[in-house]
Each structure stands twice: as structure tokens, then as C-alpha cells.
């Protein structure tokens, strides 16, 4: 997988290039990654413009999108995939999808998250990604859109691209026949431009004298996040095929589908 060169997309990815097994890669230019889509300027982006997407799927919540709304290109279809949405209906706001609250008051922040509890609520978060009605509905339309060849070129993004979408990225390319440490590297190869994103954010907090460790909590991945969605779906399902067939109620046509079009 490949960053892209200088864009108004935050952590902009394109899944292609990525090595599978067989010595096989996934094809490029088909399905991309990327943070919220509220600065996008096609006129002043030629990288963004070249791709030619046709499908967006937005995985915030109603909230988020109020907040940040898309930018789309002109003739791409916008999906909207609350992967939150049963956190959010059930009065639990998740941390992934309010970091600019939380620190903007490392007080605040050191109550809730400090501790060891922002690992906790994320290993719990990336729980919730695998066994959860609206994460599952979201991931599945992701497998489905990504499987046909109509969508084009298709982008799936979060707020920071780095949890709901590094969910995401990581059940297509398991699917296609990453290892494992592909899995884990590719997850945490948004590290650096994640950081990068909010760091006048972070700046600030520990300015003001917030912990750096909840900050980096916050804004960063780490493999105990990833780890405890992969044993979720151990746990539940017993291997990833099977959580993509009974968990998100994608047909194994489906799967040879997208892989045929993305191997």
C-alpha cells in the first residue's frame, strides 16, 4: 500500500500495492483510505482529481458530518455507513469520534482517560467494530461496494482514518491474503500522518499541561487496538471468513467477487 503525494485529503491510502500470498498484490487505484473529506479541493488536487472516484463511503456519525460534511467529486455517489450508530443511539459517545473534545480540557481528560482507561475504552471500541448491528451493516455495504465492479474507484473514511477506516482496511485485505504483519503494518502505517494532522491539537493539550500519553492514546494506533478486534472475531467467529459470512452476511460469491476484481 502507498501514501499519496501531497493532497487536501488527510492520510490518503490507496490499498493497492499491497503483498498477498502467492506473491500476489492488490490492484491499485480500486479502493483507497483516507480521513474526512471536508477540505477537499479537486481544482487545487490534482492527486485526488486523477483518481476518478465514483464511490464514498463515509463511516462518522450524524454529528461528525454535520460538523465536517464531504466534499465529493462531481459524478461520485456518497454512502453514508454510521458505524457508531448504536454507540451513539444508546447515549455512549465513543472517544474515536470526539478527540478535538476531549482535548480541549486535559482535566477532562485525565478524569476519563488517563490511567491506562483510553486503551481500554479503544480495545473495547475495537470490540464493538466486529459484534455490533451498525458496525457490522457498515462494513458489510464496504465488502459489497468494494466487490463490484460498478462502484469504480472507491474511498472508505472516517474522521481521522484511522480506526473505523483501519477496521475496514484490514478485513478487505485479510479477505485477499495479507499475512498478518501486512495486516498489522499497513494498520499502523497511518501513525505518522495521523500525528502529523493533529498535531497543533496535541501541541496544545500538552501545553496546557495534558498528559502526552492520553494524547497519543487518542490520536495514535496501536497494535493492541487491532489485536483486540482480530480476537473478537476468534472468539465469536473462529476465523475472519467466517465472521465476513455470518457476522456481516456477506455471500462467499461476494468475496470471490472482490477478490477476482482486487488480487
Known amino acids: 500500500m502507498t501514501a499519496t503525494p501531497a493532497t487536501t485529503v488527510a492520510n490518503l491510502r490507496d490499498l493497492g500495492g499491497t503483498p498477498l500470498s502467492g506473491g500476489r498484490?492488490?490492484?491499485?487505484?480500486?479502493?483507497?483510505?483516507?480521513?474526512?473529506?471536508?477540505?477537499?479541493d479537486l481544482d487545487a488536487d490534482p492527486v485526488v482529481a486523477a483518481l476518478g472516484l465514483r464511490t464514498v463511503i463515509d463511516f462518522r456519525t450524524d454529528a461528525e458530518r454535520t460538523d465536517h460534511p464531504d466534499r465529493v467529486p462531481a459524478g461520485a455517489r456518497l454512502l453514508v455507513a454510521d458505524v457508531l450508530a448504536d454507540k451513539v443511539s444508546s447515549g455512549?459517545?465513543?472517544?474515536?469520534?470526539?478527540?478535538?473534545?476531549?482535548?480541549?480540557?486535559?482535566?477532562?481528560?485525565?478524569?476519563?482517560l488517563g490511567g491506562g482507561k483510553a486503551q481500554a475504552l479503544f480495545a473495547d471500541l475495537y470490540r464493538f467494530f466486529v459484534h455490533s448491528a451498525s458496525a457490522q451493516a457498515a462494513f458489510r455495504l464496504l465488502l459489497t461496494e468494494a466487490a463490484d465492479p460498478g462502484a469504480g474507484p472507491l474511498l472508505f473514511h472516517c474522521t481521522a482514518g484511522k480506526d473505523r477506516t483501519g477496521w475496514g482496511a484490514t478485513v478487505i485485505l485479510s479477505l485477499l491474503g495479507a499475512d498478518d504483519e501486512t495486516l498489522m503494518a499497513e494498520y499502523l502505517s497511518v501513525n505518522p500522518a495521523v500525528k502529523q494532522?493533529?498535531?497543533?491539537?496535541?501541541?496544545?493539550?500538552?501545553?496546557?499541561?495534558?498528559?502526552?500519553?492520553?494524547?497519543?492514546?487518542?490520536?495514535g494506533v496501536f497494535p493492541s487496538y487491532l489485536e483486540a478486534a482480530l480476537t473478537e472475531v476468534e472468539t465469536r467467529y473462529g476465523s475472519m471468513e467466517k465472521y465476513v459470512r455470518e457476522g456481516l452476511g456477506v455471500s462467499d460469491e461476494t468475496v470471490e467477487a472482490l477478490r477476482a476484481r482486487l488480487v
Open 25 to 40: 498484490t492488490v490492484r491499485p487505484g480500486l479502493v483507497l483510505r483516507s480521513g474526512q473529506l471536508d477540505r477537499l
Open 92 to 112: 455512549r459517545m465513543p472517544a474515536a469520534a470526539q478527540l478535538k473534545d476531549l482535548l480541549s480540557d486535559p482535566a477532562v481528560a485525565e478524569e476519563h
Open 197 to 219: 494532522a493533529f498535531a497543533p491539537m496535541i501541541e496544545g493539550f500538552t501545553g496546557a499541561g495534558g498528559d502526552p500519553d492520553i494524547a497519543l492514546a487518542l490520536i
